[in-house]
T-cell receptor, first 111, second 116 residues
């Protein structure tokens, strides 16, 4: 049972773009891709979601490949406050009414 | 709206004592979730409710854990008796509609439980 996979950790220089990848090879046609982040000791915070098209909001951009088997979360100008754990929701375990979190990617933004 | 409100923020208790964690979801939200977070196991879904009715409690670790939602604005997670391995941060979250479809989860600040 394949599931969402993310690198456990990444570094990014302050002011540069942070590109966080996620593989979701078993995604079905009507499942959304969701991203959350968790800053140390706080509750997770919703970032963005998408279905097929690329999405952008005030926090980030989401790029979804045409076959929808992977996505990339982009923080265009990372700041120190973006240091957090980023979760691409585990779609293989998520039904429409609940959200299951995997281990995520720990992003460190370096001055 | 004040967001999801959890209490207490910190709880230190001794093994064998009863612990009750409380959550007030965002007004109008029809889903409520309880999660537990530890370093070893990450963020685990314990139970969730829809319109005050428990939908899935398969994540509840054992019979010592129970959760209730007597009305749309209040939920409790109870541990009786508590054990040191229950030490964790417990998060409550709420959503309007299907959080895995087009909605999003709103989390509280968590209740940090330490069982000695």
């Amino acid at each position: 049972d394949a599931k969402t996979t993310q690198p456990p950790s990444m570094d990014c220089a302050e002011g540069r773009a942070a590109n966080l990848p996620c593989n979701h090879s078993t995604i079905s046609g009507n499942e959304y891709v969701y991203w959350y982040r968790q800053i140390h000791s706080q509750g997770p915070q919703y970032i963005i979601h998408g279905l097929k098209n690329n999405e952008t909001n005030e926090m980030a951009s989401l790029i979804i490949t045409e076959d929808r088997k992977s996505s990339t979360l982009i923080l265009p100008h990372a700041t120190l406050r973006d240091t957090a754990v980023y979760y691409c929701i585990d779609l293989s375990k998520t039904s429409y009414d609940k959200v299951i979190f995997g281990p995520g990617t720990s992003l460190s933004v370096i001055p | 709206d004040a967001g999801v409100i959890q209490s207490p923020r910190h709880e230190v208790t001794e093994m064998g004592q009863e612990v009750t964690l409380r959550c007030k979801p965002i007004s109008g939200h029809d889903y409520l979730f309880w999660y537990r977070q530890t370093m070893m196991r990450g963020l685990e879904l314990l139970i969730y409710f829809n319109n005050n009715v428990p939908i899935d409690d398969s994540g509840m670790p054992e019979d010592r854990f129970s959760a209730k939602m007597p009305n749309a604005s209040f939920s409790t997670l109870k541990i009786q008796p508590s054990e040191p391995r229950d030490s964790a941060v417990y998060f409550c979250a709420s959503s309007f509609g299907l959080a895995g479809f087009t909605g999003e989860l709103f989390f509280g600040e968590g209740s940090r439980l330490t069982v000695l």
